[in-house]
């Protein structure tokens, strides 16, 4: 099933979506739109399940991908779209590891999970962590860890940005521990 079918994608990032997206076969049928947000609270992008997606089934949910059109670095804001493409296409995989683990969960359970993700502090460690997992388990790495190390060696991006990633996500040395895990198990 082609892609343009099942995701809406605005033309000004369709290839880089669709990079993220090819390393995610399996939602090659999963309704997903990426849309862009005039800003997003803490964050710059955002996956979640459509509302009315949670009187469906689990295979017939449908997603949002929402983008922030700007974030800040320091006191300046930049456009989301001027990100370079490699951590553009970071960061739109790690949002497709949350769809991933949002698939494997009942209806219940992921508003049991979007509630412990408001309150919570671990279950949003527990969550960042899990969308970085799976991005690395389709072979992402590479993209993850130009992200990671472009906020985190970026000189003009708050040192309160960086403690967030820091605290939240995956670092660098943990995800190539993953890799190693994943290449010993594939060498089996």
Same mark, same amino acid.
């Given at each position: 099933?082609?892609?343009?079918?099942?995701?809406?994608?605005? $033309?000004? #990032?369709?290839?880089?979506?669709?990079?993220?997206?090819?390393?995610?076969?399996?939602?090659?049928?999963?309704?997903?739109?990426?849309?862009?947000?005039?800003?997003?609270? &803490?964050?710059?992008? @955002?996956?979640?399940? &459509?509302?009315?997606?949670?009187?469906?089934?689990?295979?017939?949910?449908?997603?949002?991908? +929402?983008?922030?059109?700007?974030? &800040?670095?320091? /006191?300046? =804001?930049?456009?989301?779209?001027?990100?370079?493409?490699? %951590?553009?296409? !970071?960061? %739109? !995989?790690?949002? +497709? !590891?949350?769809?991933?683990?949002? @698939?494997?969960?009942? $209806?219940?359970? +992921?508003? &049991?999970?979007?509630? $412990?993700?408001?309150?919570? =502090?671990?279950?949003?460690?527990?969550? =960042?962590?899990?969308?970085?997992?799976?991005?690395?388990?389709? !072979?992402?790495?590479?993209?993850?860890?130009?992200?990671?190390?472009?906020?985190?060696?970026?000189? /003009?991006?708050? @040192?309160?940005?960086?403690?967030? #990633?820091?605290?939240?996500?995956?670092?660098?040395?943990?995800?190539?521990?993953?890799?190693?895990?994943?290449?010993?198990? $594939?060498?089996?």
């Amino acid at each position: 099933m082609p892609l343009d079918s099942q995701h809406k994608i605005p $033309n000004s #990032i369709k290839s880089n979506v669709e990079t993220a997206l090819s390393f995610y076969p399996q939602l090659n049928s999963t309704p997903i739109e990426f849309k862009f947000k005039k800003n997003i609270k &803490k964050s710059t992008m @955002q996956a979640q399940p &459509k509302f009315l997606s949670f009187f469906r089934s689990r295979k017939n949910r449908r997603y949002v991908i +929402l983008i922030s059109e700007t974030f &800040k670095i320091a /006191d300046k =804001e930049f456009s989301t779209r001027d990100i370079p493409d490699d %951590i553009f296409i !970071g960061w %739109i !995989g790690h949002e +497709l !590891g949350h769809i991933t683990d949002y @698939q494997t969960r009942s $209806n219940l359970n +992921l508003i &049991k999970f979007g509630l $412990n993700y408001l309150f919570s =502090e671990s279950s949003i460690v527990e969550a =960042e962590r899990t969308a970085d997992s799976f991005a690395v388990a389709h !072979g992402m790495e590479t993209y993850i860890l130009k992200t990671k190390n472009f906020i985190l060696n970026h000189a /003009d991006i708050t @040192q309160s940005y960086k403690d967030r #990633i820091k605290k939240y996500y995956l670092s660098p040395e943990e995800i190539m521990e993953l890799v190693q895990a994943r290449n010993e198990k $594939n060498s089996d």
